[in-house]
């Protein structure tokens, strides 16, 4: 359907020269992407390999140092730590198998990027729920010993405030998938 | 870059108002663009790449609250990575991408391909639509675009 009207604005719009409107600094554009996208990569490898590698070192540790290794306890600790670096391992696998799987299309795009939010927050609610058995069991553990109120505390203190940075960090990738939705709805809206 | 930065420097108008906000989309553009070379397999042509990852890119961008310095000129040493060149204004561009910045983001990427020659089943491919959801669009867009053009007298059309 022609619209003699509009190919008025198509006019208007062929008439611009949008070179002449910018320059671009291209040594400082170089320096700058280089660096950002070797952070940007590095944090999220970074992190991840930190999680892995604490629940392990945390489980290793607590068997080979624990004055009372063989408390029941302290091996449900170090069982539910190598099952938790296990968890995010898995995780990872199935974060790096997104990347590939959506058409490389706009949809596509939007598409993955909600998929790969889910895996977020699947991943922010069950390390969150980890705090919980993993919190009760330090705790335990601890009591057996007969630690001081202090350390309880402290240990509590701890615990409390993981449990309350993955509930910000849940929320905040809700409202990035919230975000992403919306756009998908607009592409996918015929109105 | 220099090749293509017409049609970025396009996209940036378009989705972001502020010189401080069309730097930093440009960063994200950029550092998208550099990240997605491996996988650009020329099963494309150039143009139409570069443009699928700038519009993924910039629906996507938001503008960081935090760190909104529209306030601060370039004489106060504030280095942007891209510099607007002194040039005589066109009120009738001008007018255009203010209709076009208000639209909705999936909106002004339909609108832009539209406008930059990219026919129905290139405008399909690239979004991941059916053609004729595309046409339905169109349509929509061109009859708003037409409606704005009418009620400013000023912009000459």
């Known amino acids: 359907m022609s619209h003699p009207e509009f190919e008025e604005i198509q006019q208007i719009w062929d008439t611009q020269d949008p070179d002449a409107g910018y320059e ?37 540790t607590i068997l080979l140092y624990s004055s009372a290794p063989d408390s029941g306890y302290i091996i449900a600790l170090a069982i539910l730590m190598f099952i938790g670096a296990a968890y995010i391992v898995f995780e990872k696998i199935k974060r790096i198998y997104l990347e590939k799987r959506f058409p490389k299309s706009l949809l596509g795009s939007l598409e993955q990027a909600i998929a790969q939010m889910q895996v977020q927050i699947r991943l922010t609610q069950v390390m969150r729920w980890y705090i919980l058995p993993l919190g009760l069991l330090t705790i335990l553990a601890a009591w057996n010993k007969q630690t001081s109120s202090w350390v309880f505390l402290c240990i509590l203190f ?23 939705l919306s756009l998908k709805a607009q592409l996918l809206r015929e109105r | 870059m220099e090749d293509y930065k017409g049609l970025l420097f396009k996209i940036l108008r378009s989705f972001a108002q502020n010189t401080f906000d ?7 553009i950029s550092l998208q663009l550099w990240r997605s070379i491996p996988q650009f397999k020329g099963e494309a042509l150039a143009k139409t790449w570069i443009y699928r990852v700038a519009l993924n890119t910039a629906i996507k961008w938001k503008r960081d609250e935090g760190k909104h310095r529209s306030s601060l000129t370039h004489s106060e040493g504030l280095e942007y990575l891209i510099q607007k060149k002194q040039s005589p204004p066109n009120p009738r561009i001008a007018w255009l991408y203010e209709e076009i910045a208000q639209m909705n ?17 290139e ?32 912009s000459g059309i």
Request: aromatic share 10%.
């Open chain 1, 158 to 180: 701890f615990f409390i405030l993981g449990w309350r940075g993955g509930a910000w960090e849940k929320r905040l990738y809700v409202r990035k998938k919230k975000e992403l």
């Open chain 2, 123 to 154: 405008m399909a491919q690239l979004l991941g639509i059916s053609e004729s959801h595309v046409g339905v669009k169109i349509h929509r867009i061109k009859q708003h675009l037409i409606q704005k053009s009418k009620a400013h007298v000023s």
């Open chain 1, 24 to 60: 671009v600094q291209i040594p400082e554009l170089t320096q700058k992407i280089q660096k950002k996208a070797r952070f940007a990569s590095n944090i999220l490898i970074f992190s991840e390999l930190v999680l892995i590698f604490a629940n392990l070192l945390g489980a290793c």
């Open chain 2, 105 to 121: 983001k999936i909106d002004i990427s339909l609108c832009l391909l539209l406008l930059d020659g990219f026919n129905y089943a």
């Open chain 2, 22 to 28: 069309q730097d930093d989309l440009f960063q994200e």
